[in-house]
């Protein structure tokens, strides 16, 4: 990839700011924790996105950026444009996860996790195992500055290499100053170029091998330092 075109592909609006870019993601995750923590069974999809929205209402966000995404159970197989089935409810032993895209103080944060209610150990594992391989990946990143094609197939083995499938169509995104679009970068997945810090999002979505439910995380890929937040 030339010079020319990597420019095209990360660039950045006049106010942008990583500080700001950090604290949007730090928000971000906040609002994800908080709507986790109001998900409880027998609630239906349709309940927990009125309930997110609530929480988003008072949150003192700008705006959404992205639709928000919440799948219960075997929704969490889903990739982001599927549909979703609102009438579909929590069981008592479940997985769910929570994908937001907000805008705080004109930059864009997006952050998603995978939460368990009951005691499934298959859950509970695979909702962790998301979180692992984001770490795993974004490590080998900073260690070894991979181009996001190479991080995504080396997502694929390690995945594998647990005992999971990776959701290989599932490849990441820019974030920037709002609104981010305008770059046209396309997915990290087919980045060539090693990703600068602060204007990618690493998205790693997983299966379980014989069970039908999933797991998905998502985070900014930042230095060591700024990302022991919310390890």
């Keep these: ?16 700011s990583l500080p700001a870019m950090l604290k949007a993601r730090d928000l971000t995750f906040d609002a994800v924790n908080q709507i986790a923590s109001v998900i409880e069974p027998g609630m239906t999809e349709a309940a927990a996105y009125a309930l997110a929205h609530d929480v988003l209402d008072s949150s003192g966000m700008e705006r959404l950026w992205h639709k928000t995404i919440i799948r219960f159970g075997e929704g969490t197989l889903k990739t982001f444009k599927a549909g979703r089935d609102p009438e579909l409810d929590l069981r008592p032993n479940d997985i769910f996860f929570i994908d937001l895209g907000l805008v705080w103080d004109g930059h864009e944060g997006d952050a998603g996790d995978t939460f368990v209610v009951g005691d499934d150990p298959d859950m509970a594992a695979c909702a962790q195992a998301a979180r692992d391989l984001w770490h795993e990946v974004a490590a080998r990143w900073r260690q070894d500055q ?7 197939r080396y997502a694929l083995d390690r995945a594998a290499a647990a005992g999971w499938r990776l959701n290989w169509s599932v490849k990441g995104h820019r974030v920037s100053d709002f609104p981010h679009a305008i770059y046209k970068a396309g997915a990290l997945g087919d980045f060539e170029t ?4 602060g204007l990618w999002i690493l998205e790693i979505q997983i299966a379980h091998p014989t069970r039908p439910i999933g797991a998905f995380y998502e985070d900014l890929l930042i230095g060591e330092v700024a990302s022991a937040a919310n390890v």
Excluded: I, N, W
């Design 146 to 152: 991979l181009g996001g094609h190479s991080l995504y």
């Design 194 to 197: 090693c990703p600068q810090a």
């Design 1 to 16: 990839m030339g010079d020319a075109a990597r420019r095209s592909r990360e660039g950045v609006g006049k106010r942008f």
